[in-house]
């Protein structure tokens, strides 16, 4: 069993940046910002200063990530940052999905639907019942989506309208990736820092991109 002692956690994968500092596994700090198309400026800057949090930065064991489905382009920088800093420290990359992570802020024991927003008139879509997965991240039109009449639907989205369908707001955030990294550390360390990438939908397919062969 793997106990994470001191992790920095990162959320890119919408217009919300964010980086928070654990020690111990407690929040010790959080650095947030929702400036549109910014990540590549200010995660840089984030991410020194929650280094600073720790007395060291040889203290630090563990960066978490969110790894999508989001804006690729953001995901991108964000794991590029972290590989090259947790590789120079050996410390261990914990990917976390977006859409997971914030089911686990969620009390619902029924079907329910966690959306962020994804390109033009569409949303991301994960279905969960309770805390288990009920299917994979999926892209769908506003449209489709307000035609569902049973479960209630969860996270961000500044797309939808009230008219459209009610979302229960839970926007992403890098204490939610570190809280989610911390709880289920194991199953997401199985597979090798070197090989994390971030998750790409089409309308039609989830694919895990190789980094070096991005189609966007």
């Known amino acids: 069993v793997y106990v994470v002692m001191n992790m920095i956690a990162i959320e890119s994968s919408t217009q919300i940046c964010s980086v928070s500092s654990f020690m111990k596994g407690q929040l010790v700090n959080i650095f947030e910002t929702d400036q549109p198309m910014s990540h590549s400026k200010n995660l840089p800057i984030m991410l020194k200063a929650a280094i600073k949090?720790?007395?060291?930065?040889?203290?630090?064991?563990?960066?978490?990530?969110?790894?999508?489905?989001?804006?690729?382009?953001?995901?991108?920088?964000?794991?590029?940052?972290?590989?090259?800093?947790?590789?120079?420290?050996?410390?261990?990359?914990?990917?976390?999905?977006?859409?997971?992570?914030?089911?686990?802020?969620i009390n619902d024991n029924d079907l329910h639907y966690v959306i962020l927003d994804c390109y033009k008139d569409k949303c991301f879509v994960q279905e969960f019942k309770g805390a288990s997965t009920y299917s994979e991240p999926y892209i769908e039109s506003i449209k489709n989506l307000s035609k569902i009449e049973s479960g209630s639907f969860y996270g961000y989205s500044e797309k939808v309208k009230n008219d459209e369908f009610e979302i229960n707001i839970i926007k992403p955030s890098s204490i939610l990736i570190g809280n989610f990294a911390i709880n289920n550390i194991d199953r997401l360390l199985d597979s090798s820092s070197k090989d994390i990438k971030p998750i790409y939908l089409s309308e039609h397919e989830y694919v895990k991109i190789n980094d070096s062969k991005s189609r966007k």
Do not use: C, H, W
């Open 53 to 105: 949090d720790f007395n060291s930065i040889k203290d630090i064991d563990s960066f978490s990530i969110s790894i999508g489905p989001g804006s690729f382009t953001s995901l991108r920088i964000s794991m590029s940052l972290v590989k090259g800093i947790a590789f120079s420290l050996n410390a261990n990359i914990v990917p976390v999905p977006t859409l997971e992570s914030i089911n686990y802020q």
